[in-house]
């Protein structure tokens, strides 16, 4: 923690494809370091998705839970 509270914002990383005015752009997601670097970034964090299979190998419909014909 420091007592720094105004200091410069720049982007972590950027898209290396896309270039405005010669300089790459950075996109609304990419990482930042804040107060001239003295804050390390914090990105949102999710956990892994697991797809779980259904036990007898039939498809069913999302909505009613009948089984879906092939």
């Not at 898209?15 to 970034?41: C, I, Q, W, Y």
Request: glycine share 8%.
């Amino acid at each position: 923690m420091s007592g720094k509270t105004k200091g410069k914002a720049e982007f972590a990383n950027f898209s290396f494809d896309v270039k405005f005015e010669g300089k790459n752009v950075a996109r609304a997601l990419d990482l930042m370091f804040h107060n001239d670097k003295n804050t390390p970034p914090a990105p949102l964090m999710q956990p892994p998705v697991i797809a779980l299979g259904q036990s007898d190998g039939k498809p069913l419909c999302l909505t009613c839970k009948d089984p879906v014909d092939e």
